[in-house]
């Protein structure tokens, strides 16, 4: 989402060092990450089909529409009509995370040259 949609970012990874401190800074930039992830997909539903039906694991079907979005993206397509929409999840913050877990896990399988996951500065991962 980061690299489709670089406006989402709400800041640098400059930033992101300085403020990398005590317990509070992480939750903070959980947050923002969560929103960052939310904004794209908030733009990249523009993309999907409006034929699209997935099925199987939720996760894996919303793997796939974000994979196939970004390609109809990526290879110019117009935005449909009709904005498509994305799976419901849970109240809490913890549910969003995990649910954004289970999709990007997914994603890395049903889309493995997309994108790279991003790697903190200096990370070896």
């Known amino acids: ?39 794209g997909m908030l733009a990249l539903r523009n993309y999907l089909p409006e034929t699209y039906a997935p099925s199987g ?18 290879h110019g397509m117009e935005p449909s009509g009709r904005p498509g929409s994305w799976a419901p999840v849970g109240p809490e913050m913890a549910d969003e995370v995990a649910w954004l877990s289970r999709v990007s896990t997914a994603f890395r399988t049903v889309s493995p040259d997309a994108v790279p996951t991003p790697r903190p500065s200096g990370s070896a991962r």
């Open 57 to 74: 694991d939720p996760a894996v079907a919303e793997a796939e529409a974000i994979a196939l979005a970004l390609r109809r993206r990526a």
């Open 1 to 39: 989402m980061r690299d489709a949609f670089p406006e989402v970012i709400l800041f640098s990874p400059r930033r992101a060092l300085i403020e990398m401190a005590g317990i509070d800074d992480v939750h903070l930039r959980l947050y923002r990450r969560v929103i960052e992830i939310r904004d």
